[in-house]
């Protein structure tokens, strides 16, 4: 899925790649084991999401035609502690802009993303 070899700011910015676009996997389980249990999302409507919210949302874009491409700039990422990094991004997707936080944590060798949040910009 991910090279071992990269960077972990680039791996990260590699996961969130694949969640914004699930299709790029063969199998599901994967998607679903990016995500800890624990997971919560503050989403861009103001809307609270759980991890199997989440988890539908994304099986519901495997299943959809999304945008060909999107652009991922102003890429940072600050570790937080031995396990925690903080990822932040800025995202424009589909014709909509959102600036992106997230919160990845290492399990064993798996990260898993344990929080996010997507801000809508308005120009």
Known sequence: MVAKFLSIPDTLQQLETILLNPRTIPDFKI????????FIEFGASGKIYTKSQTVEILKDRTAIELPASFDISDFNCIKLNEEVYHITYTLFYGGILTRRSSLWKKFRDNWRLIFHQGTLVKE
């Open 31 to 38: 998607v679903e084991n990016m995500i800890a249990e624990d």
